[in-house]
């Protein structure tokens, strides 16, 4: 486990999964609408959180890092907001 990019946040949006798909499908993993479908397991209400300037980090950052930096001992399974200040010390440390 490691972090291996990074990207600019752009913007949170949660709603209706048809709407969503429709208009951000393209951006999403997902090369079919029904691998989308089967992922949701019957969620209609769904949230997409889209990003620009995706980079990769030319040394990725380690689990042992990112527990240090943030000053969790596990990583939630919804993720993790961090600051710009934290992300750049988890830049630094690596």
């Known amino acids: 486990m490691q ?8 913007e949170r949006l949660a709603g209706d999964y048809k ?22 397991k019957g969620r209609q209400t769904v949230t ?4 620009k300037n995706f980079r990769e980090l030319e040394n990725p950052i ?4 990112i527990r240090t930096v943030v ?8 993720g993790k907001y961090l600051s710009y200040k934290t992300a750049n010390e988890l830049i630094i440390r690596r």
């Open 48 to 51: 997409f959180i889209r990003f």
């Open 19 to 40: 709407e969503l798909w429709n208009t951000f499908g393209a951006e999403t993993c997902f090369g079919k609408f029904a691998e989308y479908v089967s992922f949701l």
């Open 71 to 78: 000053g969790v001992a596990r990583i939630p399974r919804g």
């Open 62 to 65: 380690s689990l042992n890092v």
């Open 3 to 10: 972090i291996r990019g990074v990207a600019d946040f752009t």
